[in-house]
């Protein structure tokens, strides 16, 4: 009989999605943590949850392997998964929490409330300026996937005009009006006034706003990161910050932000520790139990799994492909 490890923090409902699979695996429920037991894991067929790279050397019975991340860069570096393990991401999970939670950020720097919160607190009823607005807007979308597609949903209902940047061409959606590869960067940056970065972190994404294209950005122009940290070189945005309406960070580098950056102090600059996506609305874990109880059924049965990753690049090679 194999061994179902799911490391996700589940409640009742929830377990009974697996508990389909009890009749030729057992099953072990944990919540989900950074270094989970050893013996919990090592003779587990089937494993649900991320967990450190180095530990997966030492699960020689591991089969099928399904993350609650959509970045798989962790495990596709060389010598960390087993050879002959299947592994699948969580692409299309994470679109509703994060693409509200930038949407959020870019307005509520639009309309000046973080300042507003500011002088509440200092009990000054003043002006915060001029406001900005989503409508009549040119939104660049770095990163063109479930998350950036689902932003830009959000942002064309409010009338902006949205362009989408993604590594590899293909069918442009309805909700971007115009669709290009990474190569063409340098020529759309200038033109926007919202860009917005959702990128895994890969070679081809490191630093994909450097300090030259970050020069390129038009003044008054707002920024959002919800991807990784180190799509943007963090020292040349220290330097550049000045020239923006607003930069709201989900994500930085190095992240966790140590209290000594200078980030914290740029007063245009506004910082969550990351918690866009996780765990932090419910649906979103709704989700990913229905995505790993679907992808081990399929598994099982040789059928195609939704988001499987691709070990050469770290991304998903599609929404559904057979093993």
């Not at 099953?27 to 180095?54: C, R, S, Y």
């Not at 807007?137 to 689902?150: F, K, Q, S």
């Not at 070189?233 to 309406?245: E, I, P, Q, R, V």
Request: charged share 25%.
């Amino acid at each position: 009989m194999g061994k179902i490890v799911v490391l996700l923090p589940l409640n009742e409902p929830q377990k009974d999605k697996f508990r389909q699979f009890e009749k030729d695996h057992s099953l072990t429920f944990m919540d989900w943590t950074p270094q989970p037991p050893l013996e919990t894991v090592k003779d587990a067929e089937i494993i649900v949850g991320n967990i450190p790279g180095g530990m997966l050397k030492e699960c020689g019975h591991l089969r099928f392997y399904q993350l609650f991340s959509t970045g798989a860069n962790d495990y596709v570096k060389d010598g960390i998964l087993p050879e002959g393990v299947v592994m699948a991401c969580a692409t299309g999970c994470y679109g509703l929490a994060i693409s509200e939670h930038m949407l959020a950020c870019i307005l509520a720097m639009q309309k000046n409330l973080y300042k507003y919160y500011d002088n509440q607190l200092a009990r000054e009823w003043k002006r915060g300026g001029h406001a900005a607005s989503v409508y009549g807007a040119r939104a660049l979308i770095i990163g063109a996937g479930d998350i950036g597609g689902e932003f830009a949903k959000r942002l064309k209902l409010l009338g902006a005009y949205t362009v989408g940047v993604r590594r590899t061409p293909g069918k442009k959606p309805e909700y971007f009006d115009e669709m290009y590869t990474n190569d063409a960067l340098d020529s759309l940056i200038p033109q926007s006034d919202i860009i917005s970065l959702s990128l895994p972190s890969t070679p081809a994404t490191v630093r994909i706003l450097d300090r030259r294209r970050l020069e390129l950005v038009k003044k008054g122009a707002y920024l959002v990161n919800v991807g990784r940290g180190d799509a943007i070189d963090t020292d040349a945005l220290c330097d550049c910050a000045g020239k923006f309406g607003g930069i709201s960070l989900d994500v930085t580098d190095p992240e966790p932000l140590p209290p000594e950056h200078p980030l914290w102090k740029l007063e245009n600059v506004y910082i969550t520790p990351h918690i866009s996506g996780g765990f932090s609305l419910p649906a979103t874990l709704d989700k990913i139990v229905d995505l790993a109880a679907r992808n081990i059924s399929a598994f099982l049965k040789g059928e195609s799994i939704t988001s499987l990753v691709d070990p050469e690049t770290g991304y998903r090679k599609n929404v559904n492909t057979a093993v």
